[in-house]
């Protein structure tokens, strides 16, 4: 049994819809997770899924105008859906901390780094400047940052890829949230120091017993740093379970192909898995039944659900449709 | 013995800084400081590293769009490093460029029949109908349906403008293909349907690329052969399986050990395994580099397998070991 307090965010039926030409739609459709105390959540998918649109929607940064989201987020009974904007900006950068793609983009280039992140500080606790600036550096040092005293009065450009994505870091854990969203942290990092960054999370994450949702299209990434995956397609979960059921026993056919079409396999001269097709754009996407179906033609409609929900296919692993049962890749033989 | 297309000889690309009062040049960047490669015909030869090491200077260098400082690019056995010699042999009809990012590469006022027809009409005097035929047979090639031609490139997803960007560079009948980053850009099932494309070509019309990269998996499964970069210098060449199987340079093992593996059993190894490599490339940075942080000169371990060593003795105890292995 698992105490109360261990469940840091619940997301019920969350739908959030963009406006298009006038019309809603829906880029993120009947989402449901649960994010729990030390546990890093991995929403994985490719571009367009509705992966970021989760992360906006968590953290409430979307355009209010031609955005609408419903349902249920739910931190420590706290609805965040629809939450005033006040009372937002308390929880946001103190209790949620959230790490951007591009940490060049994410930071002030006129402004130095250690200010930036004492603005956090700043607003969300009552320390003086001293007590900033000295936690500001113990926050370099935690995230292992070479020289945090000089570093402290550089500029953004001053600091190669890495060492800014440190920064970013620091600032998302600058008032110990419970709660860390690392969108795409290390996209835009060289693997040497993806791997740090990686692993500098994981034991910030250690440290501070926060949770942290890490949305990527890294499977790699996913397979090393991830407890929990949640896999989208076309803005919905069609497979969610804990890491090792993921990759060792997937049943869904997107995650199947997904895994397929990895450039990994030893024998070099087969050609990599293809999956058919190309990905709907938001407002041509299939709202009725299923949406990975016209990505595998060769599986006949009877083996789709009409309306497919996600079934508990074993305790904790949940797949949207039935038609994993007779999934099939289209080179080997049907029917088992 | 395959023929070799491209020989590249102690290229050095540099760039002056300058400074100081007069603007005097002080010091320069050694973006490309002497490599040596050779690429054979209809191969596909990686070029790793990470940002900022020179791959792409050395790819643009290849095509002839970067000015030289010294060394010299054979092709022939010519000099292309000279606007002359590259004019007298077609060169640029000969080798073409697929570039990272798709959307800044294709003119986004152009339509797609007019993008894949420039380099035709630069090099063929064609019909308007012979024209339009190649450009349809091109399209065919990288599997695009044939209406595209009428077709502006913000219409198509990003998978499928890279296919332009393959049937574009295709068109010419090129016999090298300079790949830079080709699927950096693209989602891992639209990255498994150019890689699929770009060996079809291969097989069919015998292209060799340059396919340069830093993703080490997307290298291993498409490259025979291959270099890895660091600071503007080359730290190991070898085969496929020399550099996987038995890679002796500690950047080249640091590099290794940082792609993450879809193997999550061995996770908890894998990530101590990474430390551990990490920790011996920061303790033994002047063992493995000289006083001012270069690499060192490439020294033949065994057959085509290249590594730059230090010139001590721990040359020889690291053959000893490899040849055990």
């Known amino acids: 049994m698992e105490k109360q307090s261990d469940l840091l965010l619940d997301i019920q039926h969350l739908h959030t819809a963009y406006r298009l030409n006038g019309k809603f739609y829906d880029a993120a459709d009947d989402i449901n997770l649960t994010l729990k105390r030390n546990e890093i959540l991995s929403i994985v998918g490719e571009s367009g899924c509705g992966k970021s649109t989760i992360a906006s929607s968590i953290i409430g940064l979307y355009d209010h105008k031609n955005t609408k989201v419903t349902g249920d987020i739910l931190y420590n009974e706290l609805n965040l859906v629809g939450l005033n904007e006040n009372l937002f900006n308390k929880i946001r950068g103190d209790k949620i901390g959230m790490i951007f793609q591009d940490p060049l983009a994410s930071l002030n280039p006129l402004m130095r780094v250690g200010d930036q992140v004492a603005e956090t500080l700043y607003y969300h606790t009552d320390m003086n400047e001293k007590e900033r600036h000295n936690r500001v550096i113990e926050l370099f040092n935690q995230v292992g940052m070479p020289k945090p005293e000089e570093t402290f009065q550089m500029y953004p450009f001053e600091l190669s890829g890495g060492l800014r994505q440190r920064v970013v870091i620091a600032m998302a854990i600058a008032c110990k949230p419970e709660i860390i969203i690392a969108d795409e942290p290390t996209t835009a990092l060289d693997v040497t120091i993806q791997a740090q960054i990686l692993d500098l999370l994981e034991d910030i994450q250690k440290q501070s017993q926060s949770g942290i949702i890490l949305i990527t299209h890294d499977l790699g990434v996913v397979a090393e740093t991830a407890d929990q995956v949640a896999v989208m397609y076309g803005g919905q979960i069609v497979e969610k379970a804990d890491v090792k059921t993921v990759f060792e026993h997937p049943l869904h056919p997107y995650t199947r192909s997904l895994l397929n079409s990895m450039p990994q396999s030893e024998d070099e001269e087969e050609d990599l898995h293809v999956i058919q097709g190309t990905v709907p754009s938001l407002q041509d996407m299939p709202r009725n039944g299923d949406r990975f179906a016209a990505r595998i033609p060769w599986i006949p409609a009877s083996a789709h659900e009409e309306n497919p929900v996600m079934h508990e296919v074993e305790p904790g692993h949940w797949v949207r449709c039935t038609c994993w049962k007779t999934f099939h890749f289209q080179d080997e033989v049907g029917g088992e | ?325």
């Open chain 2, 1 to 325: 013995m395959a023929k070799e297309i491209i020989q590249v000889k102690n290229l050095k690309v540099h760039y002056p800084i300058r400074s100081g009062f007069w603007n005097r040049i002080t010091d320069y960047v050694r973006a490309v400081d002497d490599i040596s490669i050779t690429i054979n015909e209809g191969e596909t030869y990686g070029l790793i590293g990470e940002s900022g090491s020179g791959k792409s200077t050395t790819g643009k260098a290849i095509v002839g769009v970067e000015p030289v400082t010294s060394g010299s690019i054979l092709y022939k056995g010519v000099d292309i490093t000279k606007a002359k010699n590259r004019r007298k042999l077609n060169y640029n009809k000969d080798v073409q460029m697929i570039f990272q990012d798709s959307m800044s590469s294709l003119n986004p006022r152009k339509r797609i029949e007019d993008i894949i027809a420039e380099p035709i009409r630069n090099f063929e005097n064609l019909t308007t109908d012979q024209e339009r035929e190649r450009v349809q047979e091109l399209l065919d090639i990288v599997g695009m349906p044939s209406d595209s031609i009428y077709k502006y490139p913000h219409e198509f997803s990003g998978g499928q403008r890279q296919r332009i960007g393959v049937a574009r560079a295709v068109a010419t009948n090129p016999r090298l293909i300079v790949a830079d980053e080709p699927t950096s850009a693209l989602d891992l099932s639209v990255q498994a349907q150019v890689l699929n494309f770009m060996k079809h070509i291969q097989q069919q019309y015998n292209i060799a690329y340059l396919f340069i990269s830093h993703d080490l998996g997307v290298v291993k499964h498409m490259s025979e052969n291959l270099a890895i970069m660091h600071r503007g210098r080359l730290v190991e060449i070898g085969s496929r399986e020399d550099i996987y199987k038995h890679p002796m340079h500690i950047y080249t093992k640091r590099l290794l050990s940082a792609i993450p593996q879809v193997d999550v059993e061995h996770r908890e190894e894998h990530k101590k395994h990474r430390q551990e490599v990490e920790q011996e490339f920061q303790n033994d940075q002047d063992k493995w580099y000289d006083k001012d942080g270069r690499v060192f000169p490439l020294q033949q371990v065994s057959g085509k397998h290249l590594v730059a060593l230090p010139k001590d003795e721990l040359n020889e105890e690291k053959i000893n070991e490899k040849e055990g292995a």
